[in-house]
Structures are given as C-alpha cells and as structure tokens.
C-alpha cells in the first residue's frame, strides 16, 4: 500500500485507530493476528543430512562415491562367490570421503556459530507506545500496525509507519538507502508519486533507521516481513546459490581425471581381453579380473586425498584469516575471495567512516584544520548552539542526535582552546581568541574538558531551532550584563545576517569584497561534495520576557566568524588498500545511494576516475537492456543512487561476463547484492543483521584493508591448492603409467594392493596438507587474477607434473627390469616399494614452487613441510624394516637405504636442472 499518498486521517481511518488513544487490548490480538507479529521469519534451518548430501555432491568426491560403489560391489560378488575378497581400498575411499565431508560440515558449523555470536541483537529494545488512552513502554516485537508510536532523538524506529506528527524530525537511513546524510521528515507533506523512492517518502519512517534529531509521532502501516527492510530480508531468501570459481574449477578437473581414467581403464580392458583371447582362457573368472584390474587403474587414477586436504587446507586457513578480522563462514570463500577481479562496494560505512566530520575550518581569514582553530567564538557555537550529544565508549565516538552537531562536538575536542573556562582568564575574558599563550593554565591534558563542561558553566536564556524555513539555529547565552547570541545555519542565511567579520583578530565591516573571497572558499568546497554551515555571534545588552517574538530583530547585525566543511571522511586505510587492488589487476565500482556529486567526490579522491571512466545514476541504467548495459559496463566506476535491484543486477552481469565479483557492503540495501556476489563481505562492526546474514566472510575491524589482506590470503590458498594438485597428480600419473607399462610387458605389478593403500594414504595426505600450509609469497599482490573460466592446472604445471612423473616412470622401471641397486630377490619388492615412496617425498619439494625457482630459495619458509616429510620418511622405515607380515617387506641394510635415497633424491637434481636451464634460456631472450 502506498501509503505515503495518504493523508493522515486516511491512514488512521484504514486501520481503525484513535491518534488520541491508540489501539485497545482487544485491538492489538486482532492487529497481530491479521497483519503478524514485528519480526521476520526465520530461515530454513538446513539439517546436517542435507549438509551431507551438499557434501557428497562436489565433483572429486562424487568420483571416488562411484569408485567406492564400484569396488565394494565387486569385492561383495567375489566374497559371497568364494573367491578373494580386499576390502581395504574401499575402506580407504570410504574414509577419504568422510574426512572431507566431515571436515566442511564442522569448519562451517564453528564458523556459524561464531557469526551468531557476532549478530546478538537485543531484542529487548523498548518502544514508547499509545494504547488504551496511555503512553507505555513494550517490547519492539511486540508492536503491531495500528500502534501509535512516539520517536524522537536517538530512537530506532521499530517498523513502517506514516507521520502524524513531527517536529523538525530527521531521520539516518542510511542503512536502508547507502544515503549518508540524514533526511527531514514531516508528517504535513503528501507526496503525490506512486513511484517515489524512499528518501522521496519524507512523510514516511521505515524500521531499522535512526532519529537523529526533533521527534514525531507515528502510526503503524507495517511490521515484520512486510517492512521495507523485511521485504529485502525475504527476497534473501529466495536467492539462488550458485557455484564459486574453485568449485567450476574442481569441476572440470573432476571431468578431466574421470574422462583420462576411463579412457586409460577401458583401453587397458579392451588389452587384457585381447590377451585372454589369444591365449584361449577367455572365462568369467578371467574376464572379472580383467574388470577388476580396469577399476583398479580408475581408483588409482583419482587422488583420494583431495577433497579431504582441500577442506582440511581450507579449515586451517579459516583460523588464520579469523586472526586477520575476517570471519569466514562459508570454507569455499577462503579461495574465492582470491580469484576476485570486481569489488562492487558500497560508499556509506565500507569506503567512508559513516560519521560525519569536521574537514576544514576557515577562522580568521584563513582556513585551516580543525586542531588549529582558536575563534572562541566559534568553539562557543559548535558547543552551546546545539542539541546533540556524543559518547566515547572503548575509543569509539558514539553519535546522539544530529549528525552534523555531532562532528562539531567531535571537532570541538581537537581545538586548542578546549580547557577548563574556570582555569584560563585569557579564554574568558579574550574578545576573539585563546591562543594558549598563559601556558601557567596549559599545563597538563587533565585541564582539557569535555563539550558538557562548557555547557554546565553557560547560562542559555532562550534557543530558536533550526527549520527548513528558517535554516538557521540560533542560542541566547546570558552573560554579567549583556547576552551573547551565537547562530549558525546555510551560508547564505548567515552571510545576509552579517555586516562586520573578524580577519586577523581584528573586527571589519564584511564588505562586499570580503563576502565574494568568503563565497569563493565556500564554492570550492561545496565542488567537493562537503556540505558548509556559518557561523556567527553578537552582544546585546537587551533582555526579553518573550524571547519567541524578537528572533528576527536578536539575529541582526552580527559578526560572521567562520564555516567549517563537513563531510563523511574516507577511512585512512582505504587509499593504500584501493592502491593495492589496482595493482593486483582489481577494479573497484562504487555502487552508492548517495547523489551523483558526492559519489563523484569520493571516486577522485581515490583516483580511480580515468578520462573514458563513467559515472551515473541508477535510473539512467535501469531504462537500459542488458546487452547495453555490458557495452559500458567495463567502464563504470560510479552507480550513484544505487538501488538494492540495481546493485543485485549490475553484480549479476558481472559473474555473466566472467568476473569473479566481490560486493562489499553494510546496511540492508546491500544484502542481495552481497548474497549474490561470488564473495559478499560484510562489516561486523556497523553492518546490520540482515547483511551479515547475506555475506560469506564479515570484517570484525570494517577495514578495507582486511579485504585486501582476505585476497592476498586467497591467492595464496589457490596456490596451495596448485601445489599439492600438482604433486598429487604426480603420485597418480606414476602409479597409472607403472600399472600400465606392467600390464603391457606382461610383468606383475610391482606393488601389492596393500603397499599401493599406504601410498595413496601417505601421499594423499600429511605431505599434500603440508604443501597446502605454504607460507604467502611477495608476488601475490603483484599479478593480474586468476579468470572464471582459467583451469587450475596451469602448463607450466603440467610440463612439470609430465616431466617429473615420467622421469620417477622410467628411473623405477629401470630398478625393475635391470635390479640397478642390487640387493636380494627377497629384497627387490621392498626396494621399488621404498623407492616409489621415497621419489614422491622428494617431488613434493620440487612441487612447492609453481615457477622456475630452485626449492632451496624458499626452503626454510615451510618448516611444517620439512618435519611432515620427515616424519613420513620415518613411517616408511618403520613399515619397511618391521611391517613385513602386513606390507610384504623385507627390511633393507643402512648401505642399501642410503642407494634408495641418492636414487630417490635424483628426482630434485633432475628438476633443479630442467629449471636451471630455462632461467638460462629466459635470461639469454632478455639479453
């Protein structure tokens, strides 16, 4: 219902309420029941089975669930057919599976529950209410539409409503809009629109948003779900969830290894029923070994490992960036948030502070900051002339009431005139200044004072408060003898009040040249965006009974002291962090509810404007089809007026076009946007509920900063997870070609079912989780991102997963076929057993970088890595030397260990040269 086209006794007539008393008992069971209760509805709850199948359904684990099937099928016909049965590798898939699922499910649930922690609200919130013909306070839940609900300075409003009253209300809705500055609200205005935006509806005051000054008085028109904050909170839930770049990439991997497994296993099928069928024992015995042997190179073919040391890789990383202030609480964003190319952010509150604040100060002729202001009268007036409040709790400025007076008493705390009135004459007895000089009354920060204490020693005979008609604002202080008038208000307003200005200390008459340079200060910075009040004063010896009747003739003849620029600032981190992102091959568009000036002020200011960059409003790009939209969309920098579907769309369109989209944001007019994003980031400070609710990762310091950092972190995850996927695939390439190459000669396989369990165990896990540990390298904040569509497995990676894998292939044949480091037949299948391990604990140093660096340069930054391995080559002693019953070993004397380690570690020599020369190769194409 449109109810801001609505007179007020419609509304009241619609909902059958008296403004004089408000609903009835009765009334309000009956409101409750037909319109609900003032709370949303709470999200599906999803159950740990559905997080169980959701699980199962990523891509490597959706392959080894078909091996599992397959091979404990199998192994169920041979143990029921009275042949021999070997469950453990399907044991070993089983519990790979389970690792991995277990894993996500349990990061993700701690992760949850810290992020409920973070969204206690109080839901206690007390309303001042009008029922039964009393005021009375309830419970914010426990409003219902028909209520008449006074609000005035420092409330939040509880729900929808239509003005009945008002008195100079202004509303920060903000968190609703993205618009910073507060909006006047009164309950006299029709609007006559049917499509009237929500700053527009000024007769209006919607949930979630703050009085920040004056009071009104309001009727219910909606509660709960059908709020305008509640309909964002619904849509929400409708999102649909779509797959992250590191999932379409484990896709296609998936893809890759199923299709090259079953094209390897069914040629090696085809192979063994040829032989079969020359030999003349074709039979079903000899045919299901065949199978068997072909499903046995697909297990092979799959590292088992993966899925459980991506998540377990991804869990350890969700502890460190929780050190950084980022919660994460989906695991995948730890990677995602690596790959971004596009942050979407938000203005109000994720690039600026959202809290406005004194920028400028022009005094005395000239401007300065505002610690270096020293205009007693000025100070006076950002003090006295005012009805705000502020408080500072842990180190944090808390604004009560206007926005604008607020940054005044911040500002006033920066002044070196800010010390006891009571302890310095020269402040009290100054016509203009306190310029510290009697340093006997400066001596220490304890005589510095709060704005209160100027307050308490100030005597105000009479105020007049600012209107929009007036612009102005105006306090009578009562001094021995005479009254001291301080006003302030639009420079317009003040200048035409003015007939003297004080330049130098000194008092002159404000001629018309003094009054142009003043206007041209105030224009230049008005092109900034910053809003500019004035300031001025006057002594009278005249005292009135009424004060109210004399305003005109009070505010006559002054003194014009100043202005002062206000504005939201931009957080101090925000410049090096954007500078960051640029470099690193990240565009940043700005999508704000602010207007198209101040959006265009801050897009400058963080030098992101180029001479063919764009900058526009909403409503010129929502006329406009998709397809025009993608044309410029490379160009856009700024969306001002940005509406929560604009927003949802433009990062839509992105992921469309390839992008890996962040959307960075804090108030409910963020919320799909941030739930559509491939990585929403919230702000945990002052972000809402429902935007923390819509967001993968939330900021516990609100800094910028921290997203950068969040990125560094995920192109480090992402190379991590390049590095044990290169050494995995190393493991299985070696393991396949030696199967098959085997298979060919007509030899038997060189490792029981058993040894080939230990080594996907092993190999599968400690050494891959301790590539996925690698430290962050200086380069990562230096490359372009990795695209959507780029496939995780590079070819530089895979030359060296190729040339490493085929060179363990060959050195291990040659130990096979030609027995190169001797020992007895008993010993040879300990030997290649040992060997295979020992060649793949090697390889996983060469894995630990991605480029053509030598493993020596980075060594000691993996400690980790260095113990993991050693410990693993303990194991392989351990079960070698004393494991014979289980693993079919026969222990190996010193000298022989330390062959099967030079012969191993020949693998790092081999890869060291290759690397060698290319650096060589490179070097001479520079030259």
Not at 182 to 193: G, L, Q
Not at 322 to 335: G, P, Q
Not at 852 to 872: H, R, W, Y
């Amino acid at each position: 219902m449109e109810f801001f086209r609505k007179t007020v006794d419609e509304v009241l007539k619609e909902f059958e309420v008296n403004s004089d008393t408000g609903l009835t008992d009765k009334q309000v069971l009956d409101k409750e029941k037909k319109y609900g209760k003032n709370q949303f509805s709470k999200g599906e709850k999803v159950s740990i089975g559905r997080k169980i199948i959701e699980g199962l359904k990523e891509p490597m684990v959706l392959i080894l669930l078909v091996a599992a099937f397959i091979t404990i099928g199998m192994n169920i016909y041979k143990y029921f057919n009275g042949l021999h049965a070997e469950f453990t590798e399907s044991i070993g898939i089983v519990v790979a599976i389970s690792l991995s699922v277990g894993i996500q499910i349990l990061m993700e649930g701690k992760s949850e529950k810290a992020f409920d922690a973070l969204n206690n609200i109080n839901e206690d919130i007390k309303v001042k209410v009008l029922r039964n013909g009393n005021m009375d306070y309830i419970n914010k839940n426990d409003v219902v539409v028909g209520d008449i609900v006074k609000i005035e300075t420092g409330d939040k409003v509880p729900a929808d409503g239509r003005l009945i009253e008002s008195s100079d209300l202004k509303i920060d809705e903000s968190m609703l809009t993205g618009e910073s500055i507060a909006v006047a609200k009164s309950a006299n205005i029709e609007v006559a629109n049917h499509n009237a935006s929500l700053p527009e509806q000024v007769n209006m005051v919607f949930a979630g948003t703050f009085v920040t000054f004056g009071q009104g008085v309001m009727v219910v028109t909606s509660v709960g779900d059908n709020t305008e904050m509640g309909h964002i909170a619904t849509e929400l839930k409708g999102a649909m969830e779509t797959a992250t770049p590191l999932q379409e990439k484990l896709d296609k991997l998936a893809k890759s290894i199923s299709t090259i497994g079953m094209a390897a296993s069914g040629l090696i099928f085809l192979f063994e029923i040829y032989k079969i069928y020359t030999n003349n024992t074709l039979s079903f015995d000899t045919v299901q070994n065949a199978f068997m042997t072909s499903i046995a190179l697909i297990v092979a073919a799959v590292p088992e490992g993966l899925p459980t040391v991506i998540a377990m890789t991804l869990a350890l990383n969700i502890i460190k960036m929780a050190r950084s202030n980022a919660l994460v609480r989906k695991l995948v964003a730890c990677e995602t948030v690596g790959c971004i190319n596009v942050i979407c952010s938000d203005k109000t509150g994720t690039l600026t502070k959202n809290q406005m604040e004194v920028i400028d100060v022009w005094s005395n002729g000239d401007l300065v900051n505002p610690s270096e202001l020293k205009n007693k009268f000025m100070i006076e007036n950002f003090t006295l002339n005012s009805t705000a409040d502020i408080k500072i709790e842990e180190g944090n400025i808390k604004f009560i009431g206007n926005s604008t007076e607020c940054a005044l008493l911040k500002a006033f705390n920066e002044t070196i005139c800010s010390i006891s009135p009571k302890a310095c004459p020269n402040y009290m007895n100054s016509n203009f200044v306190c310029g510290g000089e009697c340093k006997k009354y400066h001596p220490t920060k304890e005589e510095f004072i709060s704005y209160g204490d100027v307050r308490h020693y100030s005597n105000i005979a009479h105020q007049y408060p600012f209107t929009s008609d007036t612009k102005s604002m105006t306090t009578v202080v009562s001094e021995e003898g005479f009254n001291r008038v301080y006003t302030k208000g639009s420079p317009e307003k003040i200048i035409s009040l003015c007939n003297r200005i004080i330049v130098g200390n000194k008092v002159e008459s404000f001629t018309d040249e003094l009054k142009e340079r003043v206007n041209n200060e105030i224009i230049k910075l008005q092109k900034e965006a910053k809003r500019v009040l004035a300031f001025s004063h006057r002594e009278m010896t005249e005292f009135y009974e009424d004060w109210g009747e004399n305003q005109q003739e009070i505010e006559s003849n002054m003194i014009f002291d100043g202005f002062v620029s206000i504005a939201d600032p931009l957080r101090e981190d925000v410049y090096e962090a954007i500078d960051k992102c640029k470099k690193s091959g990240i565009n940043l568009k700005i999508l704000t509810g602010d207007n198209i000036v101040t959006a265009t002020s801050i897009a400058k200011q963080l030098n992101i404007v180029k001479e063919d960059s764009i900058i526009i409003e909403a409503q010129e790009i929502d006329n406009m089809s998709n397809e025009e939209l993608l044309e410029i969309m490379d160009k856009i920098i700024v969306i001002a007026r940005s509406k929560p579907l604009t927003k949802m769309r433009i990062v839509n369109l992105l992921k469309e076009n390839g992008n890996v989209v962040a959307v960075t944001g804090d108030g409910i007019n963020d919320a799909p946007a941030l739930k559509n994003a491939d990585v929403g980031i919230a702000m945990g400070i002052t972000g809402t509920e429902v935007s923390k609710e819509a967001s993968d990762i939330i900021l516990l310091d609100d800094s910028f900063s921290t997203i950068v950092k969040s990125v560094e972190w995920g192109r480090g995850i992402y190379e991590n997870f390049q590095r044990f996927i290169q050494f995995q695939l190393t493991v299985n390439l070696v393991a396949v070609l030696t199967v098959i190459i085997c298979e060919i000669l007509g030899r038997d396989l060189p490792f029981t079912t058993i040894q080939l369990l230990w080594v996907n165990l092993i190999m599968d896990g400690p050494p891959a989780l301790s590539l996925g540990l690698e430290s962050l390298r200086k380069h990562l904040m230096e490359q372009e991102p990795v695209k959507r569509d780029a496939s995780i497995i590079t070819k530089s990676m895979l030359y060296r997963i190729i040339t490493n894998g085929l060179y363990i292939v060959i050195m291990l044949m040659i130990l096979i076929n030609k027995n190169v480091l001797g020992g007895t037949l008993e010993q040879q299948s300990s030997i290649t057993f040992t060997t295979f391990v020992l060649f793949q604990l090697f390889n996983a140093f060469n894995s630990r970088e991605l480029g053509d660096e030598s493993v020596f340069s980075n060594l000691s930054n993996n400690k980790s890595m260095v113990a993991i391995v050693g410990a693993t080559f303990v194991l392989q002693v351990f079960i070698t030397q004393f494991g014979g019953d289980v693993f079919k070993t026969a222990p190996l004397s010193i000298e022989m260990w330390a062959k099967v380690i030079g012969y191993s570690f020949s693998v790092v020599v081999f890869s060291e040269v290759i690397k060698f020369v290319k650096r060589r190769v490179k070097l001479s194409r520079v030259n």
